[in-house]
């Protein structure tokens, strides 16, 4: 089915037009600036994403006294992420698991009903690459100007808009790495740091680094990253069936093309007419005439363009369009057309998105303030005290993540005769207290002492209880490491 309908809708090529050009070993591809639906919906969004990218770190949230009260947060020197009113510790990182693979699920339900959707949209190279285009256009000119500037022997003038051009990348590369930066400590001190010159030198070689790749990627890369660097363009026809939404060209209309004679006729020919506004605007240089390609990000400017062109000629929309295979077969054969959201490839996708999403939310719903976690001592596994007792030694750590110091009673359930002793608290026995400071991680060296002849083997079970106050019990089991004979 797949095969007939893109047989249908996309046209055989004529062998002088050549194969489709996929390396350019040396030049840039300039853009050619357009107006229309989707460059005003990517200009809003760019807006939207830089927007809240370089103010986010600003935004404020109280989460009670001793706490940063930065609403996004990757806190290093603490060893905690915030997002509002999430905190994860770094034993939790499982959740940032749980993130990537929602992003991937995401990325593929938006794959399979809309295409390249958000590297048209959404992705950073896109966006950035978007901003510095408009700065060379804005000192430079557009892709007529370009051009001809490129032609110039270097001169003066031509030497200042370069390193006009350059230098306002720099800074927007800059403000990049400094952004990103605020994300890991307070904001408004680091701010205040970097711009001082008080701010570490870690902090500036990461702000270096993150500008700099910003600057090449976005200012001299651009479209190469896309086409040959990143990945997902390699894989994203496996996300594609034919109801996925994608920029197309309706072969059946537009062939056969050519230039337009002097009296307008389409009588007998195509409503293409050759004048490579689809390709001069495409910010990768695709033509879609051909197919769909891996070069193809989905940003549909060249519907734009193209619109434009058939305006002039008092030609419908449409020849360049976000739709399906299926559509353009059904279209061809002047059957209804259909967006078809629900099929099997996307429930999965969207089926996968909500438990995982779903497990995430009760995971956060019922986490526990309290963890703990047991370290056997390795060497020497136990010690064979005088009186013919064995002892072991054991690492106990309490993670108290409420904001309020916190009590806890712990207990050894452990064969009869086993006691225990907790270093820096008095006395000895299978019962004691303990206490952990808020929002951190208290440390306890336990020995446990057992009779000779209770020890039943080299490995015996021994638990600790921890009753924590808000009536919770947390039991953690372990060995108690003897003489095999």
Known sequence: MTESIQAAAIPEIPAERGDVPFYRERGFHHPHSVTGTFRRIKWVLMALMLTFFHTAPFLRWDRGIGAP??????????????????????????????????????????????????????????????????VERWVIGDRGAHLEFDRRP????????????????????????????LYLGDAFQTLREIFTGTATATSYIFIAVLGGFCFLLAGYARERVCVYMCPYARIQSAM?????????????RGEPRGAVAKDHDFTGRGHCVDCRACVT??????????????????????????NH?????????????????????????????????FRPRTMVYFTLLVLVGGAMVVSLAIRSKTDVNVLHERSPLYTEMQDGRIQNAYTYKILNQAREERHYGLKLDAPAGAVMEVVG???RGIETTLEADRDSVAT??????????????????VAFLLATPDGKVVRNVTLFAGPSD
């Open 69 to 134: 009260d930065q609403a996004i947060l990757i806190d290093m020197a603490g060893r905690r992420a915030y997002f509002f009113f999430i905190e994860i510790w770094p034993q939790e990182v499982y959740y940032l698991t749980g993130l990537l693979l929602l992003a991937g699920i995401l990325l593929f339900l938006l794959c399979a009903l809309a295409g390249r959707v958000f590297c048209g949209f959404f992705c950073w190279q896109t966006v950035y690459t978007d901003l510095f285009l408009a």
């Open 154 to 181: 270097l001169s003066v003038g031509k030497l200042g808009k370069i390193l006009a051009v350059n230098g306002l990348w720099l800074g927007f590369a800059l403000m990049f790495g400094i952004a990103f930066q």
């Open 240 to 252: 594609f069936d034919e109801h996925s939404l994608i920029v197309s060209y309706e072969g059946w």
């Open 281 to 306: 605007s495409c910010p990768t240089g695709t033509d879609i005439r051909f197919g769909n390609q891996l070069s193809c990000i989905g940003c549909a400017l060249c519907i734009d363009a193209c």
């Open 309 to 341: 062109v058939m305006d002039r000629f008092g030609l419908p929309h449409g020849l360049i369009s976000y739709d399906s295979q299926a559509n353009l077969f059904a279209k061809e054969k002047g059957e209804a057309v259909r967006f078809r959201p």
């Open 425 to 427: 608290e008095q006395g």
């Open 444 to 461: 306890y060296r336990i020995y446990v002492t057992l009779p000779r002849t209770m020890v039943t083997g080299n490995r015996t079970p």
